[in-house]
């Protein structure tokens, strides 16, 4: 029991009475959940909690309380004020909310929309192709040689084993050179295949030789859907101790599984190439059908229902060439092969005209992007 | 060569019953290509043997018009009326006559029909609407002794099976009845009975012959003559024959040229009929003359060579060896009497000559593939006997041979040396075998070695490796086995064969299309590019035998290929472009290229020799080029697009310099074909050399007027091989420290004369920061950007204003301002002093 405050004066302390505090925390609970906005919200605040709010001017009453009011007022209208704050806290959450949302949802944008402002570029298909075909090989363990267009046609020809007069030569159209103040005779021409840069590896590398050579070619044909003065080839040579035939098929065959597709089969034919000896043909078996065409499937497009599809020329070094290129035939033999990367484009991509690939259209590379 | 299965299975009997399709399977599989195989004569349906027994010649139309009463049998029912436009036959002849309901070649059915007012019941056919040639002229006429009613297509033999075999030029034996059954009967181990027989018993030389001699022994060294006398010049070439001659293709002439041609296709041995009584003098086989002219049998005077090989009586040449005869001596259907001649020329001889006049005939296509050098005289033997018999004259006994010595090839092979090559095990038995099926007589040396002679018909075989082909290939490919690659120490691509794939990746990647334009052209580019008469890109090789006499000259330049693209996409709708492409270009040194040397191939080139081509062979640097038009942003729902600028023209060679790593400089230039206000040259100043290794910019408006493009078209083109070696000296990137304190940048504007380039300005603030405090001072300056250009009033009359952006930071501390203010100070004070640049504000240096 404590005695009698006479300090304070009843009517300055109504408002600490606990039915006020109740009706100003509820008078400031309504205001705030009525908010609708930040601006109403902060009106509510500054009413209810704000300096000049009843509440917090009646907490200046307090100390006006005797000593034994004075705990219990105080906790009634700390607990007021707390209760304001958090509801405040809670609808101003809610306010947030509410925007954040509305702003999300005003903010969508058409992700549809196209930004193209600058056209994509693109790599041509032979030159990729021709990249990724040599990437293969160097997988292998090859290294790529290379050797210059204009080519000497001892190196063209002679060193290849095409005897001067050999109807061979024929078999290529050639371009030639025109000597200098119009001589018939320059003894260059425009390389008919990359199989010069053969012989400029042998000279030039020590053996083993393994290596590859990707170019550009070049033969006097009149343009056609299946000809052009211009194309490109690639090659492979391996000249090694104990080389066979064997070791020849098995490259080929890991190429083909490469670039076309595992566990196509591949098969050789006889054909004539003068630099190789044997020389053969090589077909592999249609990646699209597998054969089947050709044992009664469905017809296939392909390879014509054929069930196999010639790719490449190859065969063993013809002695003859190592000889031109100082190598002793008798410890070394090698392997060559050579195929169009343009003949790879119409059977791995459908090229149907050749022409497409020196015409220049933006279309052509466009269609293959960056990767063949 | 075109060959009918029938032929070949007289030589080849293989077991009944044959397959065709097998047939052609097995030779290619032994490398006789088959590149079409045709079912002839399997169409001809209901042409039979009749007999012509009236002939009423109708009168009153444009052409002469017979309506003639034909029976196909005994009985009268047989007879019936047909209409026929020919006029070469006569009462009682026999004649091929397709019944109503008939197919011919071609799939055309015959009917009855009405023509020239009457009933048409069938028709009489010509050689050419059976396929037996192109002979339209008149009807066949057929043998007395054909059976009449008879089914003509079995008759005549027309239902055969043809292979189109493509014969590589190594087999030269191949282009033969003779040479494709040896082989089809190697290949299905069957007996060969050779067609060129023997010769006629007690065959010698005799003086009565038409006398032949060899002049000169490089160009022949087999020369035989033979005489024919006594044909009836109305003897004409019998059906079978002229069947087979169509089956492979060629026409029939006369009898004797017909009985030459028909030898030559089953033997291989090329031989020409002489009209005898049109000869003078002894015939003799020599190299042409200066100045000496033949007519040949198309008509065409040729101007002869003194390289080429011919036929000579004492009028002078009378015929192209093994090419084409000539037009005086030409055996017309009225000789009686005839000198055959047969002969082995030289084979790069008939070669060259073919070549030289544009001349391919069939003789000449077996010639210079090598022609069996025993042949002349068995082949001479049989042609006379058949023409005799045929043409109803005799053969004058004995032959007239000149001849040079051959020296035989003996080749000594290790008898296992096909099992090296082929790593497949066959032994010595299988190559001995292979060997002598080939025709070779192989004796087996002590040690396993083979002493191998190849039989005269195999010109073609005369090193080991050709041996080892033989058996190889006959034994077939399929036989060799799949042995996985060995893994070799490569060391995969160089430096400037990544370079090359980066700069291409990098150009595609900043929205370039990669293309592959045309590597010729012609004087006409230099013109068009605004070249200088003294500009080395004038300096282009010429070919010899271009496609287009337009286009005459290989590129100097990838630019007008590129330029010629780019109009081409325009044409095409594709006005906004940016290409590029990277490719060799060719130039010629001063005053031309020497003509490479021709060396033996039996030995390698020396390091002396090597270098003689490597001067012969005009420079071939790989270039790359861009060309950009019409914008290169495209306007859209964003807004604007932007027309492409000589600036990107710039970046695209910065983003390939930028990809070497090659430390360059930008300097303004004048070069063609670049306009000479806004053309950039970029030098590389490094290791010791200054190269220029190319421009870009805006074009040249008046070759932008030549290629037909849009204004202000622009271009790059570097010589990548260049970058290529100086990117190869460029040491590997060292790793940068990265400093963890703050960065303070410190922002300048200057005023400079308009025509100070801002790489010279810039140039010029790097090195004031660089001469504050040494070495430290370098390390300060982390970056440097231009942000601002401004041309006005307040930049000064003349002047241009830069604004730069200098960022710097130290690796162990913060900044002071004072620090900052120092650096700063130190390079304007250079830019000023280098390039007369007023500071116009300096804000302050803030972190
Ligand atoms: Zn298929």
Known sequence: ?372 | MLVPLSWLLEYAPLPEPVDPAEVGRRLTGIGLEIEAVEHVGAQIRGVVVARVLEIEELTGHKKPIRYCLVITGERPEEQRWVICGATNFAVGDLVPLALPGATLPGGISIGSRKAYGKLSDGMICSAAELALGDDHSGILVLPADAPLGADFAEYAGLRDVVYDVNVTPDKGHALSVRGLARELASAFAVPFADPAGELPAGDKPDPRVYQASIGDPSACDRFALREVSGIDPAAVTPLSIRVRLARCGMRSVSLAVDVTNYLMLELGQPMHAFDRDRLQGPIAVRRGREGEKLETLDHVVRQLDPDDIVITDSSGPISMAGTMGGLATEVSSAAVNVVIEAAHFSAPGIARMSRRHRLFSEASARFERGVDYELPLRASAKAAALLASLGGGSVVAGYSLASAPIEPVTIEIAGDLPDRVAGVSYGADTVVRRLREAGCSVAVDAGDRLVVRPPSWRPDLTDPSDLAEEVIRIEGYDKIGIAMPRAVAGHGRTAAQRLRIEVAQALAGSGFVEVISSPFGSQDDFGKMQLPADDARRRAVRLANPISGDEPLMRTSLLPGLLRVAWRNAGRGFPDLALFEIGQVFLEAEGGCGAAPVLPVDHAPGKAEVKRFDAALPAQPRLVGCVLTGKIETSGWWGEGRQVSLYDAIEAARTVLGASRVPYEVLASQAEPWHPGRCATFVVSAFGEEVVVGHAGELHPRVIGAFRLAPRTCAMELDLSAIERLAGLVPPVQAPFISGYPVATSDVALAVPSAVPAARVQEALVAGVRSVAGSHGAALLEGIRLFDVYRGEQAGAGNKSLAYTLRFRAPDRTLTDEEVAIARDAAVAEAARRTGAVLRSAPDASA
């Open chain 1, 1 to 372: 029991m404590s005695a009698p405050n006479k300090a304070y004066d009843p009517v300055r302390v109504t408002a600490l009475a606990p039915a006020e505090v109740q009706r100003m925390l509820d008078a400031g609970l309504a205001a705030i959940s009525g908010a609708g906005s930040f601006d109403e919200l902060k009106e509510a605040r500054l009413a209810h909690l704000g300096g000049r709010s009843p509440l917090v001017l009646a907490s200046a009453e307090i100390g006006a309380l005797p000593p034994e009011a004075k705990a219990e007022a105080g906790r009634r209208v700390g607990e007021a004020k707390r209760l304001l704050g958090e509801a405040h806290a809670g609808r101003q959450r809610e306010l947030e909310a509410d925007r954040d949302q509305r702003v999300l949802v005003d903010e969508v944008a058409d992700v549809t929309l196209p930004w193209d402002r600058r056209a994509s570029g693109a790599r041509h298909p032979v030159a990729m192709l021709a990249d990724r075909l040599a990437d293969v090989f160097i997988g292998m363990g090859y290294e790529i040689a290379e050797g210059p267009e204009i080519e000497a046609e001892w190196y063209n020809f002679d060193a290849l084993n095409f005897p001067p007069d050999h109807p061979a030569r024929e078999m290529q159209d050639t371009f030639f050179v025109a000597g200098r103040d119009g001589a018939a005779h320059s003894g260059k021409v425009l390389r008919t295949h990359t199989s010069p840069v053969q012989i400029r590896a042998m000279l030039s590398r020590p053996l083993p030789v393994y290596v590859v050579s990707p170019g550009k070619c070049f033969r006097a044909d009149a343009l056609d859907a299946t000809h052009s003065p211009v194309f490109h080839q690639i090659e492979g040579l391996a000249v090694d101790e104990g080389l066979t035939m064997a070791d020849l098929r098995g490259a080929i065959s890991a190429f083909v599984e490469a670039m076309f597709g595992p566990g196509l089969r591949t098969r050789l034919r006889p054909d004539f190439f003068p630099f190789t000896e044997p020389s053969a043909d090589v077909s592999m078996e249609c990646h699209v059908c597998r054969g089947a065409s050709a044992r009664g499937g469905s017809p296939c497009r392909v390879c014509k229902s054929q069930g196999w599809i010639e790719i490449a020329g190859c065969g063993m070094v013809n002695p003859r060439v190592l000889a031109a290129c100082g190598i002793d035939a008798d410890r070394y033999s090698g392997f060559a092969f050579g195929l169009g990367i343009e003949r790879s484009l119409m059977i791995r991509n459908g090229l149907a005209d050749i022409r497409d690939t020196i015409d220049g259209d933006v279309r052509f590379s466009r269609a293959f992007g960056a990767e063949a």
